[in-house]
């Protein structure tokens, strides 16, 4: 059995001295009988010799085989998987959960499976990485390993740190905090280094300095120095929260050449962001352009985003539309619309997986907790009876609400297809029929031109029109315009302008096809609306139904 298992550890190894151009010796029988302790620091110590390096490698695993030691021939990949090419690393990942899968140890499979997400995450493929981390959670959740559990528990943390869950990151990372500090240096200064990132997102940069410099002074006392440079680089974003600008950019700057070297491109990105961020504050546009050019290519090569990175584009738009580029301002629009997808679909998953597959395992240990005092009191009966008809009812509430509004909803999407025709004789009848106003005729008349040249000419589409800006247009006051809109549009002013732009959005979502891929904020702007919320509102008032659902049902109608 273990011949037919080792058959990969040979296919990898092969493929690993191809990869990297080594020549592979025969081991040496003195290293047929060295210890892994002795082996692994021989691979440690040789970074810089691949050839030596591959011998030790080899020899580790090859000892693990002949000896059938299950644990040691998944730590002997696991040697692999630190110490070869990035795009090598999930090979040995998945020979470490084949083999771990052949040993039928639970925990082994456990860390197999919590090696690959982190891989994963490194890369920075959260989805990819969260899924491997759920397994791994499984899978060591049932044994004693308390080690595993924190590193599993860690790893999720981050995962909600992404998400912007950060109250709850700080919670799991302090926990492991206390852990970390008795038995691992390097994951101690990583978990302090991760609750001062969350600090730093909820706004708390006192806090956030604080935990920067308890992990300096840690560093210095456990001689651990690895973590110095991403200190000093959040350092110097909360310096630039503060508006300390020119600190900030020395700080950054001076943590960025170890953060490199480590081939961190998303700690690379932020902190050119930032840089970019600081000069542009200080009004130097120019000089910040070249690090928001650097986060872009970040993003074009690994499709790097996070929500705080997508202001990059919206700064490179404005700044390319000042220097009336249209060219450069299209192709970052076109960029900004792709970040967007990227972050509406990557959080989109991980929020629903962490919730439904981590954060109900949790409460699932919870309640069998409670279930148990529940026993012992002779309650659990009436308790889970009366919760499964709470839910039971819950779920006919939902499902009736579901299917009514299911109802309803496309029965106002036929209605608003219909609607344009009679909404234009009805403002017509209103038109025509309606002649007593109180006011000058002539005057009512000039008016009404001037509101069939605004909307013939989608004067609307403009920003920031108001009743006072829109009289001053017509040479009229504010009193005659606001009750001839009244009069013969049937409505007020802001109602009147917001159905004319929701009503032209309508007509260009019917017509253009390209226009149904837009962001509700792409619309809203294209719409002459103030922010993505007043669009939303104005289309739901107008329509009764989101701008999204209306899309959806033209698209399906389309195809």
Same mark, same amino acid.
Not at 49 to 55: G, P, Y
């Given at each position: 059995m ?27 029988d ?10 692994f620091n ?12 591959? @011998? ?9 085989? &002949?000896?059938? &030691? ?8 696991k ?5 070869s ?18 040993s039928?140890?639970?925990a *082994?499979?456990g860390?197999?499976y919590?090696?690959k ?15 491997n981390? $759920? ?8 044994t004693n ?6 590193k ?7 995962v909600?740190y ?28 990583n ?30 006392? $456990? #001689? ?7 200190f000093?680089?959040l350092?110097?974003?909360n310096?630039y ?5 020119a ?9 960025l050449?170890?953060? @490199? ?12 962001? !930032? ?7 200080l ?9 928001? %050019?650097k ?6 090569? %690994?499709?790097?985003?996070?929500p ?7 700064l ?5 539309k000042n220097?009336?580029?249209?060219k ?15 972050l ?5 998953y ?15 240990n ?7 005092l ?5 309650r659990?009966?009436?308790i ?9 009812f ?5 499902a ?17 297809? %219909? ?11 209103k ?12 005057a009512?008349?000039?008016?009404? %031109?001037?509101?069939?040249?605004f ?5 609307f ?8 800006? $829109?009289?001053?247009?017509?040479? #009229?006051?504010?009193? !005659? ?15 009147? *302008? ?62």
């Amino acid at each position: 059995m273990i011949k037919k298992y080792f058959l990969i550890v040979c296919l990898s190894l092969g493929q690993h001295f191809y990869a990297r151009g080594e020549i592979v010796y025969q081991i040496p029988d003195t290293l047929l009988y060295k210890n892994y302790d002795y082996l692994f620091n021989r691979v440690e110590e040789h970074q810089n010799d691949s050839v030596k390096q591959a @011998q030790y490698l080899r020899a580790y695993l090859t000892n693990a085989r &002949n000896e059938e &030691n299950w644990q040691e021939i998944v730590n002997g990949f696991k040697n692999y998987l630190h110490h070869s090419p990035d795009h090598l690393k999930l090979i040995y990942a998945d020979s470490m959960i084949y083999m771990a899968k052949a040993s039928k140890d639970t925990a *082994l499979i456990g860390s197999a499976y919590l090696s690959k997400g982190i891989v994963f995450y490194g890369q920075k493929k959260h989805m990819e990485a969260l899924d491997n981390y $759920l397994i791994a959670h499984d899978f060591i959740s049932k044994t004693n390993d308390q080690y595993q559990k924190y590193k599993a528990q860690y790893n999720l943390a981050h995962v909600k740190y992404y998400l912007g869950f950060y109250d709850e990151a700080i919670t799991l990372f302090e926990e492991c905090l206390d852990y970390f500090k008795k038995e691992n240096t390097r994951a101690y200064l990583n978990t302090i280094h991760s609750i001062a990132l969350c600090y730093n997102r909820i706004g708390d940069f006192g806090l956030s300095t604080e935990m920067n410099e308890l992990g300096l002074t840690e560093g210095n006392r $456990l #001689s651990n120095n690895a973590m110095e440079p991403y200190f000093i680089h959040l350092e110097g974003i909360n310096h630039y929260f503060k508006n300390n600008f020119a600190t900030a950019i020395e700080k950054i700057t001076r943590s960025l050449p170890a953060i @490199q070297q480590n081939k961190d491109f998303a700690n690379e990105a932020v902190g050119n962001f !930032y840089i970019g961020k600081s000069y542009w504050d200080l009004r130097k546009h120019e000089k910040a352009v070249t690090y928001f %050019k650097k986060v872009d290519q970040v993003f074009e090569e %690994k499709d790097y985003i996070r929500p705080d990175l997508r202001e990059n584009f919206e700064l490179l738009i404005e700044y390319y539309k000042n220097k009336d580029n249209p060219k450069a301002k299209l192709h970052y629009i076109k960029k900004l619309l792709k970040a967007d997808s990227i972050l509406s679909v990557n959080y989109r998953y991980l929020s629903g997986r962490i919730h439904k597959e981590y954060d109900t395992r949790e409460l699932v240990n919870e309640r069998d907790r409670i279930q148990n005092l529940l026993d012992k009191r002779k309650r659990n009966t009436i308790i889970l009876i009366s919760i499964i008809f709470l839910l039971f009812f819950l779920l006919l509430f939902l499902a009736y609400r579901y299917l009514r509004n299911k109802k309803l909803y496309r029965q106002r999407y036929e209605e608003l297809m %219909k609607k344009n025709e009679k909404a234009q004789a009805a403002v017509e009848a209103k038109k025509t029929n309606k002649t007593d106003l109180d006011i000058n005729p002539e005057a009512v008349a000039t008016v009404l %031109k001037q509101l069939e040249k605004f909307e013939r000419d989608k004067k609307f589409l403009e920003k920031n029109w108001t009743l006072v800006k $829109l009289s001053a247009a017509f040479n #009229s006051n504010t009193n !005659y315009l606001s009750k001839i809109v009244s009069y013969h549009r049937g409505k007020k002013i802001v109602e009147y *302008l917001n159905d004319l732009k929701i009503d032209h959005i309508i007509e260009l979502l019917k017509n253009d096809k390209k226009i149904r891929n837009y962001t509700n904020g792409a619309l809203a702007e294209e719409a002459g609306f103030s922010s993505t919320q007043r669009f939303t509102n104005a289309f739901i008032s107008r329509t009764g139904i989101s701008p999204s659902y209306f899309i959806q049902e033209l698209k399906k109608e389309k195809e």
